[in-house]
T-cell receptor
Framework: DGGITQSPKYLFRKEGQNVTLSCEQN?????MYWYRQDPGQGLRLIYY???????QKGDIAEGYSVSREKKESFPLTVTSAQKNPTAFYLC????????????FGPGTRLLVL | GNSVTQMEGPVTLSEEAFLTINCTYT??????LFWYVQYPGEGLQLLLK?????DKGSNKGFEATYRKETTSFHLEKGSVQVSDSAVYFC???????????FGTGTRLTVIP
């Protein structure tokens, strides 16, 4: 079955620790995205990538980093510089063409210990 | 700037009631418009979309019509079910931007 997988489902971070969230897709999509979801604020774009080895900052990139070494993978690292990391993180992908639908993974909930 | 304004929730309806969730957008050009649904603890799923003015998107009994003159894309369903309880997001993709802009979401609870 084609789709997007995110792992882990829940992740705990200690103070000063970097953590990496995984996102994998087997839809052969060129574009991938990371969103952060907070209660009452909808989704906010963190980073996006339209092609391998290239990515751009979204609206709230500070304290996060990404890589896109393979078409099917777009991991997100939440660094210690992100002072309020507790949120629900959603990964999405699309064909990268105009008016395309984005397909979302099941999400990772990050909690701070 | 680009933005989406959605009807604030939460919305609570009895089963078989009529649903309307309002959505208006501010964008340049001719964006495509989307409604996504998020069930508890899950990611978002596309519910329906419309790509040009006067198009009607429909799925699972839900409908929304792209109204360019009022920059609106209101979601409607004639008879809601308990299984429709979820958070609904309106979104659009800005022409040439290749990114989606989301509203804040509207939580719907349907009671038997």
């Amino acid at each position: 079955d084609g789709g997007i997988t995110q792992s882990p489902k829940y992740l705990f971070r200690k103070e000063g620790q970097n953590v990496t969230l995984s996102c994998e897709q087997n839809l052969n999509h060129d574009a991938m995205y990371w969103y952060r979801q907070d209660p009452g604020q909808g989704l906010r774009l963190i980073y996006y990538s339209h092609i391998v080895n290239d990515f751009q900052k979204g609206d709230i990139a500070e304290g996060y980093s990404v890589s896109r070494e393979k078409k099917e993978s777009f991991p997100l690292t939440v660094t210690s510089a992100q002072k309020n990391p507790t949120a629900f993180y959603l990964c999405a992908s699309s064909t990268g063409q105009g008016s395309e639908t984005q397909y979302f993974g099941p999400g990772t909930r990050l909690l701070v210990l | 700037g680009n933005s989406v304004t959605q009807m604030e929730g939460p919305v609570t309806l009895s089963e078989e009631a009529f649903l309307t969730i309002n959505c208006t957008y501010t964008a340049t050009g001719y964006p495509s418009l989307f409604w996504y649904v998020q069930y508890p603890g899950e990611g978002l799923q596309l519910l329906l979309k419309a790509t040009k003015a006067d198009d009607k998107g429909s799925n699972k009994g839900f409908e929304a019509t792209y109204r360019k003159e009022t920059t609106s894309f209101h979601l409607e369903k004639g008879s809601v079910q308990v299984s429709d309880s979820a958070v609904y997001f309106c979104a659009f993709d800005q022409t040439g931007a290749n990114n989606l802009f989301f509203g804040t979401g509207t939580r719907l609870t349907v009671i038997p």
